[in-house]
């Protein structure tokens, strides 16, 4: 077993550290680092960054060829941790010797230790591990009154910060759509830094939001969907993003997945807070929407391309959508239109 370890007090401090235990090569853009790995060892990419409010966030898209055991230290504070998995699996304990928790996919974790006690994080060779770990520092000072470092340790611990702190949450493909969108930023410089800012704070709100929704529906003794379930919505989903013109019903939905029209239903509100057949409309009009910007069809041969029946119809959600009607939206493209 391979043994790294990372002090997490610096974001610049993770990337050396990394970069000595497993290799590769490093780049820096405005804050953000990129560790590139392709040796014997390890394959694959670590990203990280800080921002303001003390948070900072370290991905991990890596395969190693031996077990792996990541010692996190923070000798300083005891910040918080968010950990989201978003392909394989990996397990935590608080020290070596503490009790294994497995991490699986589209599962959300929140932890925290005593102060000087470590994280151990457990990757198992020959298995693409995709993780995303976003830490807020949790140490106050005279100038964090009310800042949202400070809203988070008190949300957790309140006025005790001398016990562990671990929880695991249920599937959420929310979370891994919006992680999505965080590694699909290709701007630069500080738009970059600024698109990631937001999208990572929006992700921790949504980490923060699970825990109280996990807590009321254990409450509540609220039907969950397994692993299993989540990743044939998660195909679905994709499938009617790429090709929203094809004719899917909840039968057929159904019928490829295995899942029942019930959990269908429940699988893509709890999702994407959508029936199926609102989903399939949404996406239809999302690809109208490019197909106006981006072709030289007429409204008529769009609205046939997409998989609609009626123009009117499509007209009636597109303005719904967009604030005006398709036919105005692309005039409103046309750089030569002309005011009358």
Do not use: W
Request: with cysteine.
């Amino acid at each position: 077993m391979k043994i790294v370890t990372i002090n997490t007090e610096k974001i610049e401090n993770i990337f050396d550290e990394l970069t000595l235990n497993v290799g590769g090569k490093v780049t820096f853009d405005l804050d953000e680092y990129t560790l590139e790995v392709n040796n014997s060892f390890a394959k694959g990419s670590i990203t990280g960054a800080s921002f303001n409010d003390d948070i900072s966030y370290v991905q991990f898209d890596m395969t190693f060829s031996a077990d792996v055991r990541m010692n996190i230290l923070n000798l300083k504070s005891s910040p918080v941790y968010f950990a989201y998995c978003s392909k394989g699996n990996l397990s935590h304990s608080f020290g070596i010797t503490g009790e294994e928790r497995k991490l699986k996919t589209f599962q959300t974790a929140i932890l925290s230790s005593k102060q000087d006690q470590e994280h151990v994080l457990f990757f198992e060779k020959d298995k693409k591990t995709k993780f995303t770990l976003i830490i807020v520092g949790t140490h106050a000072t005279v100038n964090q009154t009310h800042s949202l470092n400070e809203n988070v340790r008190e949300t957790f611990f309140g006025k005790n910060t001398v016990e562990d702190f671990f929880y695991i949450g249920s599937y959420n493909l929310r979370i891994a759509e919006k992680i999505e969108q965080l590694n699909a930023v290709n701007q630069s410089g500080i738009v970059r830094n600024l698109l990631k800012e937001g999208i990572l704070r929006i992700i921790l709100a949504m980490e923060i939001q699970q825990h109280t929704d996990d807590l009321i529906a254990a409450s509540k003794d609220t039907n969950c969907l397994t692993l299993r379930e989540m990743e044939e919505i998660k195909e679905l989903s994709e499938a009617i993003k790429a090709n929203p013109e094809e004719p899917f019903t909840i039968k057929s939905l159904s019928k490829k997945s295995g899942l029942s029209p019930n959990k269908l239903q429940e699988g893509f509100k709890m999702i994407h807070n959508r029936t199926v057949n609102d989903y399939i409309t949404h996406m239809r009009v999302l690809k109208a929407e490019i197909l106006i910007r981006t072709s030289d069809l007429n409204i008529s041969e769009i609205v046939y391309c997409i998989g609609f029946t009626s123009r009117s119809y499509f007209s009636k959600i597109f303005k719904q959508k967009f604030n005006c009607s398709p036919k105005e939206y692309k005039f409103n493209l046309n750089p030569l239109a002309i005011t009358a």
